[in-house]
């Protein structure tokens, strides 16, 4: 029994893999083991003889089986630690670098001019971009029949057959948010809303789709001096210095009387640069609101006056950062939105500065 039990022990201390293992487990306690036929034998000897071989053999048995499981933890930690030297892996080292998207400079206008705004004391407004021919033309006092409609390229939406109310727009401008904004708050207010706007008209300088802020103030006393102090104030803040702009005399239904803004700029090499050159870019178009435009949005014109624009807020990108192309703007390249985008946490704030 002593020679069985070195020579197991042996095989098993020796045994290189757990294959090797589990044959010698098989041959030496496995049912047709060379142990457990010896088991058997015990029911042919007599009780004395069985008396001490029992106990021995299964200690025996015991003895063996311990090692194998010994050896087969010690088998399993060395194929582990195996396994561990290769597929090691050092997570100190820096992650592959990923590329960063980037804030649009139509946003990042859009927050930068929302920003000196609010700091004025304009809170934000808003519209939908499907909006009624009523709040697009006839509250702004653009009646059917006025040729300001024309002028306005207007996309029409679709109608039933049959349906012959007035088609739904893309809306021309934000100016429907003004009749909005009145009709939900009332007077006095002062509201900015940005927002797409959309014509039919494409060339560098316009896209079918484009972005407008509008601006709102109406209380008791307000005047054309005011609305000239806020968009001077605003230029300064926008550019950072002041720019020289031209009030031109022109006409919108919905004011009266009614002022255009151009900002001085060159065209040269492909950039636009502001404040130099002789070249203007229409920017803005504003005055005062319109008796009846106050009147269709609930606000009575013997009580209540105030100003009102339309800011460009593609122009202004184009001007500040030097775009020359306003279709680029759209065309969702991201060559070029890496070349004129912002960093996502270069927000723009009155404190922090406006711009990089
Ligand atoms: N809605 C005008 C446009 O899109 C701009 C404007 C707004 C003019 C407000 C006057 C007052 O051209």
Redesign the pocket.
């Known amino acids: 029994m002593d020679d069985l039990k070195q020579k197991y022990l042996d095989a098993i201390a020796g045994a290189a893999d757990e294959a090797a293992l589990e044959t010698l487990r098989v041959q030496a306690v496995g049912k047709k083991g060379e142990i457990s036929l010896k088991m058997r034998e015990l029911g042919k000897m007599t009780p004395e003889e069985r008396q001490v071989m029992g106990p021995a053999l299964n200690a025996l048995k015991d003895q063996i089986n311990d090692a194998l499981a010994l050896k087969k933890a010690a088998l399993g930690d060395a194929a582990l630690n195996e396994r561990l030297k290769t597929e090691w892996l050092d997570i100190t080292l820096p992650s592959r670098p990923r590329r960063q998207g980037s804030i649009h400079p139509v946003s990042q206008v859009t927050e930068e001019v929302t920003a000196i705004f609010a700091d004025m004391g304009f809170a934000v407004a808003e519209g939908p971009q499907v909006e009624d021919d009523w709040h697009n033309f006839d509250a702004l006092n653009i009646p059917p029949e006025h040729p300001a409609r024309q002028e306005h390229d207007t996309f029409y939406m679709h109608r039933a057959a049959g349906d012959n109310r007035p088609p739904h727009v893309l809306r021309?401008?934000?100016?429907p948010v003004?009749i909005r904004a009145m009709q939900d708050q009332g007077a006095p207010i002062r509201v900015i809303a940005p927002g797409r706007?959309y014509r039919c008209d494409y060339d560098q300088t316009h896209t079918p789709m484009f972005h407008?802020i509008?601006?709102l103030a109406i209380d008791r006393d307000i005047s054309m001096a005011n609305l000239k102090w806020v968009l001077e104030e605003f230029f300064t803040a926008f550019f950072g210095t002041s720019v020289k702009t031209r009030f031109r005399a022109s006409h919108?239904p919905?004011?009266e009387p009614?002022a255009e803004v151009d900002i001085q700029c060159s065209w040269q090499d492909g950039t636009v640069k502001v404040g130099e050159g002789n070249d203007w870019l229409e920017v803005?178009?504003?005055?005062m609101?319109h008796p009846n435009v106050l009147r269709s949005a609930g606000v009575d014109p013997d009580e209540w006056q105030g100003f009102?624009?339309?800011i460009g807020i593609d122009r202004l990108a184009m001007l500040k950062y030097g775009i020359p192309d306003l279709r680029a703007f759209f065309d969702s390249d991201l060559r070029w939105l890496r070349h004129y985008g912002f960093a996502a946490l270069d927000m723009p704030t009155l404190h922090g500065g406006l711009s990089r």
Do not use: D, K, Y
């Open positions: 021309t401008h934000t100016s003004q706007v407008q509008e601006g919108f919905f004011t009614s803005l178009g504003s005055g609101v009102a624009f339309g």
